[in-house]
Nanobody, 128 residues
Framework: QVQLVESGGGLVQPGGSLSLSCKASGTIFSLDVMGWYRQVPGDQRELVATITSGGTTNYADSVKGRFTISRNNAKNVSAKNTVYLQMNSLKPEDTAVYYC?????????????????WGQGTQVTVSS
């Protein structure tokens, strides 16, 4: 069973920076997509950024130019299944619980399957 363990987060003043990391364990396969979502109480969970095993990135418009997602470009699966989120110029509206997400895609007998995994979440608070 794949487990995602997040680290980082905490309290920062507006304009400050924080970094998050997420390491996957329990798999010998390179996860096809890894990324970050966030959720504020009462709202739906929303995409922050994702990165594929090939390095293609996708960002929410609200974080473009401020957040950077990255992933180890290593042959070692354990190292490659680690994703980072560098958050700069943080705003109070970035306050949320940030969840690590991973997706593994397979094809079995010609039928595609997707296996999503979630971390437990880490709190990011941007406040003066």
């Amino acid at each position: 069973q794949v487990q995602l363990v997040e680290s980082g987060g905490g309290l920062v003043q507006p304009g400050g920076s924080l970094s998050l990391s997420c390491k996957a364990s329990g798999t010998i396969f390179s996860l096809d997509v890894m990324g970050w979502y966030r959720q504020v109480p009462g709202d739906q969970r929303e995409l922050v950024a994702t990165i594929t095993s090939g390095g293609t990135t996708n960002y929410a418009d609200s974080v473009k130019g401020r957040f950077t997602i990255s992933r180890n470009n290593a042959k070692n699966v354990s190292a490659k299944n680690t994703v980072y989120l560098q958050m700069n110029s943080l705003k109070p509206e970035d306050t949320a619980v940030y969840y690590c997400h991973a997706l593994r895609r397979t094809i079995n007998g010609g039928t595609p399957h997707e296996y999503p995994y979630w971390g437990q979440g880490t709190q990011v608070t941007v406040s003066s």
